[in-house]
């Protein structure tokens, strides 16, 4: 039934493209006084009464999972809905995408799940032989997915078995990065572990002063750990060497956003650090409890969101807001440090919002 009400969503947002935006709260008149406009808006196929649980921008694509398990991929340039389908029965853990060579892959109700990027189509879901919920990791080689059994399991995309690592620590590994040479992985006992990519060798590790939630977080040459000890790390990749420590006063739960002009990172409770990323010191803090929008790399302006629907834009450089945007019909966002694009809904409707051009 699903899949007929989208048919006749998209035949109407083909015909109708206009009255759908006179009747948007999110609007080009309001946009307009805020120097934005709307790049696209596509409807998206929701049941009655579910809801959006979380939307993720990854590479050129957003994913959008709902309560029940319902996952939604578009192309993050255009609006096209590059796939739905149902991930896992609704209550089953189904995890944040990873991609990789046209591919996106989530760890749904202990299925490996893949799906094809291109075509839209599943290629299949694979039986994980050990319980895992966390988004896996994949290179060229190999997957890497941590187990609820304190390991990580490294196995060839055949899903056989290579090597096991046990974290000396002993502690739940809850994130993994992955590139063709190493590995990062942090743990609830406070420690980030590097590791050659192809064996159970390891180069580095860091030990902080409490268990890391947040997932790790790998830029160019630099991983970012947010702690529970309250501290916001930035290591050099390659040696593990502490380059800044930022305090934020608050048990951090959720990763920094990293830009190539700035560090986010929400302290709860607090409001959202904006750290300059080469000297780690404070820019500007915003007072309410915000994330990260997007960031206009050209103007050195960050778009953040706090918990009452207000879009405050920060001048990064002069560290002050400029001014506020009610988007107080916003149902669901998803954060996007890698372009000025931002991403929106408002109730079945998502927009891709972006500066309009100087």
């Not at 902080?208 to 991983?223: F, L, Q, R, S, Y």
């Not at 959720?254 to 709860?268: M, W």
Request: glycine letters at 4%.
């Amino acid at each position: 039934m699903r899949t007929f009400c989208l048919t006749i969503l998209t035949v109407l947002a083909s015909l109708m493209i206009i009255p759908s935006q006179c009747n948007a709260k999110i609007n080009d008149s309001l946009l307009k006084e805020a120097k934005l406009h709307t790049v696209w808006q596509s409807a998206v196929a929701l049941n009655a009464n579910e809801k959006v649980e979380q939307m993720t921008v990854l590479g050129n694509y957003i994913y959008i999972l709902t309560n029940n398990n319902y996952l939604f991929c578009m192309d993050r340039n255009d609006g096209r809905q590059v796939f739905s389908l149902s991930a896992a029965d609704t209550g089953m853990p189904v995890s944040q995408p990873a991609d990789y060579n046209n591919t996106a892959f989530f760890v749904a109700a202990n299925e490996l799940l893949a799906i094809d990027l291109v075509s839209g189509n599943e290629l299949y879901k694979k039986k994980i032989e050990f319980p895992a919920s966390l988004k896996p990791a994949v290179n060229s080689n190999y997957f890497y997915i941590a187990g609820m059994d304190k390991q990580l399991h490294v196995t060839d995309h055949n899903m056989f078995t290579i090597f096991r690592v046990n974290p000396d620590d002993r502690s739940d590994i809850t994130s993994v990065v992955a590139n063709e040479t190493s590995i990062a992985f942090g743990t609830a006992g406070g420690k980030v572990y590097c590791m050659d990519a192809n064996q159970p060798v390891k180069c580095w590790e860091y030990k902080t002063d409490g268990a890391i939630e947040a997932a790790v977080v790998k830029k160019d040459n630099a991983i970012y750990i947010s702690g529970k000890d309250t501290n916001l790390y930035k290591l050099d990749a390659k040696t593990g060497k502490r380059i800044w420590k930022f305090y934020t006063g608050c048990f951090l739960g959720v990763s920094a956003r990293v830009t190539d002009n700035a560090v986010y990172q929400n302290a709860p409770n607090k409001g959202l650090y904006a750290i300059d990323p080469n000297s780690g010191k404070q820019m500007w803090l915003s007072r309410e409890d915000a994330d990260l929008l997007a960031e206009d790399a050209a103007t050195n302006t960050a778009y953040v969101i706090s918990k009452k629907n207000v879009c405050e834009v920060m001048d990064n450089k002069n560290a002050k807001r400029l001014y506020t945007i009610n988007f107080e019909a916003v149902s669901a966002f998803a954060t996007n440090p890698n372009d000025s694009k931002m991403y929106v809904m408002e109730d079945n409707n998502i927009f891709c919002i972006e500066p309009i051009a100087k």
